[in-house]
């Protein structure tokens, strides 16, 4: 039995030795065809443009009837004239400026303590509007090659497209020698 055992060990490790042999190199195959394997992907982009948007604003304007600018124009005037009074020679420039100064408050005062009436004054100016924008995408995340070597055709998938030769790793294994069986004569129990 033990003559039987050893044998069958001695024959394992004969064939596991010619495994352990095996010497990788690599080599380069023919490129028959790559096709190109496609994914879906959902992007989302923003769509912008420019619009114009109308505002309407409501002022209030005091209701004036030119009478408080013409009663203070007339009272500026008067001012202007006595401080333009130089020992009796006129200056009329200070009897303008007095009459329009005195216009300008008489006009401001009668404007305070008169109704005021509403008026709609409408504004216009570029606003940015933005909304998203689903849309689907192909993009490439493989490609499926077949390529030829040494006469036969093989498959494989790669991340990135080959040229005309695809790189292929090869391994050379030696035969393990035969082991004869060993036979054992008498089976001593």
Known sequence: MKKLLTATVISALGLASGAALARPYGDMGRVIEARPVYESVATTTQQCWTQP???????????T?????????????ALGAQAGDRHHGRDHGATVAGALIGGLIGNAVEGSRSPAYAQPVA?????????????VANRVVAYDVRYEYRGREYR????????PYIPVNVA??????????????GYGY
């Open 123 to 135: 504004y216009t100016q570029p606003v940015q509007r933005c909304r998203p924008v689903q849309s």
């Open 53 to 63: 948007v109308t505002r309407v604003e409501t002022q209030y304007v005091p209701q």
């Open 172 to 185: 050379v294994y030696g035969r393990p020698a035969p082991v004869a069986p060993v036979y054992v004569r």
């Open 65 to 77: 009837s030119g009478a408080g600018a013409v009663l203070g124009a007339l009272v500026g005037g």
């Open 156 to 163: 494989t998938r790669t991340v990135q497209a080959p040229g």
